[in-house]
C-alpha cells in the first residue's frame, strides 16, 4: 500500500517563472488536499478536491495559484509569476470517507524563489 | 481568536518517561474531530491519532493517547514510555463540522525533544 507521493521534492526557482507540483495519492482515496506550511508554522489550507471537483478554495489561494484534479487521480498545483513569499513547503493529503475522515500525507515540495 | 492553539514551543522529555503535549481549541460547532501529527525533520507529516467530538472514550493508538476533556475544550496528546525517535515536531489539528468544508486548521506545534 503505496502512500501519498510528492513530485518534485525541492524546487528552486527564480521570481517571476512558473512552477508545477505533483502530487499522486493513495490509490482509493477520493479526496485530496493542498496545504503550505512555512518555516515554524502549521500548514495552512489552500484547497481541496473531491474526486475531479475542486470545493473548497482558501483566500490563501491567490490567482496566482491554480490546482487540477483532471481524472479524479493526481493533482497538480501551479504558480505563475512567483513570488519571493511563495517560498514555502508544499503539501498534499488524501483521505477517504470513512471514521474521521483521516488526511495522509505526502513528502512536501519544498519551494524556494530567489 | 484562535482555533487551535498549542502553548508549548518545546518541551523535553527524558527516554522512557511519559510525556503530555497541550492543545487547546475553540469551535462553536458540536461536530469535529481532532487529530495529532508528528513531523520529524524530514518534513512529512505522519498521521497518529484521531478523536471525534461525539466520541464517547479517549482514543488510544499503541503509545499514543489523546486526553479529551471536551468541557474544558482541550486534546491533550500523551506519549508513554518516550523513545529517542519520538522527538519531532507535533502538530494537533481540527476539523469543524460534516458539510462540505473538509480542511484541517493546524495549531503552531510543539517540539519535543527526547533525551537519552
Known amino acids: 500500500d503505496t502512500g501519498v507521493s510528492q513530485d518534485p521534492r525541492h524546487k528552486i526557482t527564480k521570481r517571476g517563472q512558473n512552477v508545477t507540483f505533483r502530487c499522486d495519492p493513495i490509490?482509493?482515496?477520493?479526496?485530496l488536499y493542498w496545504y503550505r506550511q512555512t518555516l515554524g508554522q502549521g500548514p495552512e489550507f489552500l484547497t481541496y478536491f473531491q474526486n475531479e471537483a475542486q470545493l473548497e478554495k482558501s483566500r490563501l489561494l491567490s490567482d496566482r495559484f491554480s490546482a487540477e484534479r483532471p481524472k479524479g487521480s493526481f493533482s497538480t498545483l501551479e504558480i505563475q509569476r512567483t513570488e519571493q513569499g511563495d517560498s514555502a513547503m508544499y503539501l498534499c493529503?488524501?483521505?477517504?470517507?470513512?471514521?474521521?475522515?483521516?488526511?495522509?500525507f505526502g513528502p512536501g515540495t519544498r519551494l524556494t524563489v530567489l | 481568536a484562535q482555533k487551535i492553539t498549542q502553548t508549548q514551543p518545546g518541551m523535553f522529555v527524558q527516554e522512557k518517561e511519559a510525556v503530555t503535549l497541550d492543545c487547546t481549541y475553540d469551535?462553536?460547532?458540536?461536530?469535529?474531530?481532532l487529530f495529532w501529527y508528528k513531523q520529524p525533520s524530514s518534513g512529512e507529516m505522519i498521521f497518529l491519532i484521531y478523536?471525534?467530538?461525539?466520541?464517547?472514550q479517549n482514543a488510544t493508538e499503541g503509545r499514543y493517547s489523546l486526553n479529551f476533556q471536551k468541557a474544558r475544550k482541550s486534546a491533550n496528546l500523551v506519549i508513554s514510555a518516550s523513545q529517542l525517535g519520538d522527538s519531532a515536531m507535533y502538530f494537533c489539528?481540527?476539523?469543524?463540522?460534516?458539510?462540505?468544508?473538509?480542511?484541517?486548521?493546524f495549531g503552531s506545534g510543539t517540539q519535543l525533544t527526547v533525551l537519552p
Open positions: 478523536q471525534g467530538s461525539y466520541d464517547q
Open positions: 490509490s482509493e482515496h477520493n479526496r
Open positions: 469551535t462553536s460547532d458540536p461536530s469535529y474531530g
Open positions: 493529503a488524501s483521505s477517504l470517507a470513512s471514521r474521521g475522515d483521516t488526511q495522509y
Open positions: 489539528a481540527m476539523r469543524e463540522g460534516t458539510g462540505s468544508a473538509r480542511q484541517l486548521t
